[in-house]
């Protein structure tokens, strides 16, 4: 029985080679307003992220820097451990590492019940492979024989013997699933990409790496001599992190709660069907619902690249802005689920326009006059808000509860401009003079809306809630500004 106060939800786990991206900031950042929206309504709320931690390029980047491979992932994994402070995310988030004890247990485990279920057998081969993608790719997805993706990368021959998953059996399995699970992808253009790749038939993929070739990754169970590669490992965090195979929080977020995944466009094969098909050779339940965001590109709508020195990482923004300003504009300024341009001056934009002359300016304005006019009102507290179905429109919360946070903020930035339009209209600070309870009325009208304002935003700038509420609660504005000006 699906238990729908339980609540799941996970971005993928980025590989702790490189910086954090920008992209991946979206990715949580979105995330983080679903999780936080779902635990201000009442849900039982797990939210997950973490590093991924093993493979060739690590084990040769320690050796480089001659350190022993886990003390160099530890110094790593931090740069992303940080994000939970730099991006304001929620506090219970839990951050798995595919080096942590308990998840090379658990992704041991998924193997060995995979393998007994007859999925797992062992052959000899020879296969392209872009590092870049972590996949093999056949001759037909290549183009003047690159990756499309990466076409910077020469792909990787690669001849040994390795274990492989039976994915071409799930072929039938997973269109089944798309079947019936007719919202499982969003947004729909990506589901009826992964339906027709699916269709097109599957083709097994390799699992493991000899260990002499790749040492740094977790022992296949049985073998001796071959590490797990990838797949086996990564994707197994998604459930190890619930305490997967023994655990309560299993049960009660995975197989009864609901369950979402957050990942980018070049996830999508990925998450949607390895990772399902996986699931399935297990005998555990597929996600419900995935969603796939597009690519966070240059202002001119290249890709962000090195060479064209367009690339954009998010400690750059917040070392200008404050950390709302980029929640802001990842949620309400990029698409949900195309590409989108971003850059520091459109950022800066959308912050002066939205935020600095939007919101904080009007909170100022409202909480001056409701001082000066020594206006009083009664406010419902939070969890009142929250409730509160009369008020707040359906549409905040449907599109909340569809997944589409952009929505929802754009819902509240509508009510803020129709705000500063009534204050146009009525003319408060003119009508005190001549009818002061009328323009105590409006004022004290303004200060609700703001009031409720204040508490809708915390999924999405939990900081300028904060402070929004609390100019409001002791009708002061606030000795600094909510949102500065920039110089
Ligand atoms: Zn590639």
Not at 391 to 396: D, H, Q, R
Request: contains cysteine; proline residues 6%; hydrophobic residues 40%.
């Amino acid at each position: 029985m699906k238990n729908n106060k339980s609540f799941y939800i996970t971005t993928t786990l980025p590989y702790i080679n490189a910086e954090p991206h920008i992209g991946f900031a979206m990715e949580i950042i979105r995330a983080d307003a679903l999780a936080r929206y779902k635990a201000l309504t009442g849900h039982d709320v797990f939210f997950n992220t973490g590093t991924d931690e093993h493979g060739k390029k690590i084990w040769e980047s320690a050796q480089k820097e001659g350190m022993e491979t886990q003390a160099f992932t530890d110094k790593l994994s931090q740069r992303f451990k940080l994000l939970k402070d730099t991006l304001d995310l929620y506090d219970d988030v839990t951050f798995i590492r595919t080096t942590d004890e308990h998840h090379k247990k658990a992704a041991q485990e998924f193997w060995k019940l995979v393998d007994k279920n007859g999925y797992i057998y062992k052959k000899n081969y020879q296969a392209k492979y872009c590092v870049g993608c972590e996949l093999e790719k056949t001759d037909s997805e290549l183009v003047d024989g690159k990756c499309p993706i990466h076409p910077n990368r020469d792909l990787e021959i690669i001849e040994e013997e390795n274990y492989f998953f039976k994915f071409s059996e799930f072929t039938q399995p997973l269109l089944d699933y798309y079947e019936v699970n007719k919202d499982f992808i969003r947004p729909d253009f990506r589901f009826e990409e992964i339906k027709s790749f699916v269709s097109g038939g599957l083709q097994d993929f390799s699992i493991s790496r000899s260990k002499e070739k790749m040492p740094w990754g977790v022992p296949v169970p049985g073998d001796d001599e071959q590490v797990m590669y990838v797949w086996f490992d990564a994707l197994v965090n998604y459930i190890s992190t619930l305490g997967w195979p023994n655990s309560e929080n299993f049960t009660k977020f995975w197989e009864e709660g609901q369950t979402v995944q957050i990942a980018g466009k070049d996830n999508l094969r990925q998450q949607s069907a390895m990772w399902q098909a996986m699931l399935m050779a297990a005998e555990l339940p597929p996600t419900q619902t995935i969603l796939i965001n597009g690519f966070l590109n240059g202002p001119d709508g290249r890709k962000m690249s090195k060479s064209l020195g367009n690339v954009l990482s998010p400690d750059e923004v917040l070392a200008l802005l404050p950390v709302d300003a980029l929640r802001f504009y990842l949620v309400n300024e990029v698409s949900p689920f195309e590409d989108s341009p971003i850059s520091l001056d459109l950022i800066k934009d959308a912050y002066t326009a939205h935020l600095v002359n939007g919101i904080g300016n009007l909170t100022n304005r409202i909480v001056k006059m409701a001082s000066s006019y020594d206006v009083t009102v009664a406010l419902p507290s939070p969890e009142e808000v929250w409730e509160d179905k009369e008020f707040v429109s359906p549409e905040f919360h449907d599109h909340m509860n569809n997944f589409v946070p952009q929505k929802s903020l754009q819902y509240l930035f509508k009510e803020i401009r129709e705000m500063d339009t009534f204050i146009t209209r009525e003319e408060p600070f003119k009508k005190i003079k001549v009818d002061e309870e009328a323009a105590k009325e409006d004022v004290a009208r303004l200060m609700i809306n703001l009031w409720y304002i204040g508490v809708l935003l915390e999924p999405f700038m939990p900081e300028a809630s904060e402070k929004i509420k609390q100019a409001v609660a002791n009708k002061e504005v606030p000795a600094a500004p909510i949102f500065p000006r920039l110089a």
